[in-house]
């Protein structure tokens, strides 16, 4: 049977967030293992640790106790769990493993190299983000950085971590997953009776006048619950109670500080609940007042029961919440006059609008990605987003693609292209240009003048070459002049063949069977190119095939070692 690994510094990563995919993988054939810190207290209880423990075994989930630290500054935890993970992988030889949290993740994809395990890193927010706190990026960038290179899929959950992963990190794959998903039925209003929701509100002490502001999620620095109890107490309003569901670290820190500021019957601390989706329901108002999240998952319930929300403004709840419903983490100010901004206002339709952005989060969909990544079906999920992104340019699936990457400028003559194209006259072939510079609108122009405006597509710059490499048939680099041309590089490690133009730096590295070159002014021979190809595809991908082999020696490592020998040679 196979086997499969799912590892995190601590439990409540596995518990909270992945026994859907736990179960993906038993449902796919695995025998599914767990490694985890189950001694880590900072987030679960003892009671709940055992509790989780229990269901583990009832599904038949094996679990392994490793010691993952949460810091990587912590050098003697991290080389211990790295130890026992190993020594756990070389008596179990699992086949896939899919790991979550910046630390376990590091140690995971570490040992994962040494033992070629395929492996699927979870990015559930990267401590490095727009307004990260510098030692963020000086620690945590270059670690991650190191450790895309040993990642085949790199599971990012929200847009600006997509952005940044597809153009800093260099995992085989990276790929945007909405979130962990969410059971929209689960946390629909309609699933309890007025008489239910009631019946809570009794029993957390509030009247029928009062109004409930609620929040989720571990009493850590991260989630910044203080700043919210310090504006319900500015704003010291007769009919406000404010819940807060979660343990952690803070809780003592958390209860001195509602008890100095005399609102112990204000603000109550309610600790680990199980029934989030009736407490969401029977709330007035939530707020989400993080100062760091991947893509909050309360906030997503709490959206899906319909009721308004306010949260900060950072990554991740920027991604679900698109109103005014923003203030800045740290702004008590702000805060206060949010909350009585959409406590005593009718929010209707943001509420619509909110829930309406939440249906692609939907668990179906988010299950459906998984189990492809899971199944080795990521080659038809790639396919279709190939297809997606084709079209979406405008180019049919069925047209050969012809693409350039580089500034519009004289040198990088892309004009010869079009001239090729007046010659070649085939309605089948359209040519991406991703770049901007100064020949754009003359570029543009002669697209009209040969008309051919409507199989030539200026895409202006773009951050992800990998991606339409993916979706392109042939490489074209018509150059007057170049160095060695990164672009080219990059089309052949994606597997395309090249048609480039005769300079010094295609000379330097490509062989006649790598690529078709040509003067750089001859319109008439890259024509002629251009239509062989799209006569042999045989002859297409073999050369593809040719040039992705070829092209493993400009691997890092390779020109890493080169450059170490050239510096050492000068001592």
Known sequence: MKKALMTASVPSMIGQFNMNNIQILQELGYEVHVACNFYDGSVWTKERTRQFIKELKRKKIRYHQIGFPRSPLDIRGVVTSFQQLKRLTEKEEFDLMHCHTPVASVISRAVAHEKKIRVIYTAHGFHFYTGAPLKNWLIYFPIEWVCSWWTDTLITINKEDYARAGKLMHARRVTYIPGVGIDLKKFSPNVFLKSETALIRRKLGVSDHEKILLSVGELSPRKNHESVIRAIAKLNHPNIKYFICGTGALQEHLQKLIDELGMSEKVKLLGYRADISELCCCADLFVLPSVQEGLPVALMEAVASKIPVICSRIRGNTDLIKSDALFEARDVDGI????IEYLFSDKSKEVEHNYQILKKYDMTAVIHEIRGLYSGGENLYELYECQRLRLSIGVPLEAT???????????????????????????????????EGVMHDRLLEMTRKYNIEDRVHLIGFCNDIPRLCKIADVCVFPSIREGLGMAAIEGMASGLPLIVSDNRGTRGFLKENM??????????????AIKYFVKNEDVRISMGKVNAEVVRRFDIGTVNKIMYKAYSSLR
């Open 515 to 528: 690529a078709f070159t040509c003067r750089y002014d001859d319109a008439d021979g890259f024509a002629k």
């Open 336 to 339: 206060s006059e949010k909350i």
């Open 401 to 435: 693609l012809l693409l350039s990457v580089g500034e519009l400028n004289e040198n990088k003559n892309h004009a010869v292209i079009l001239r090729a194209m007046l010659l070649l006259q085939e309605k089948n072939v359209h040519y991406v240009i991703a770049g």
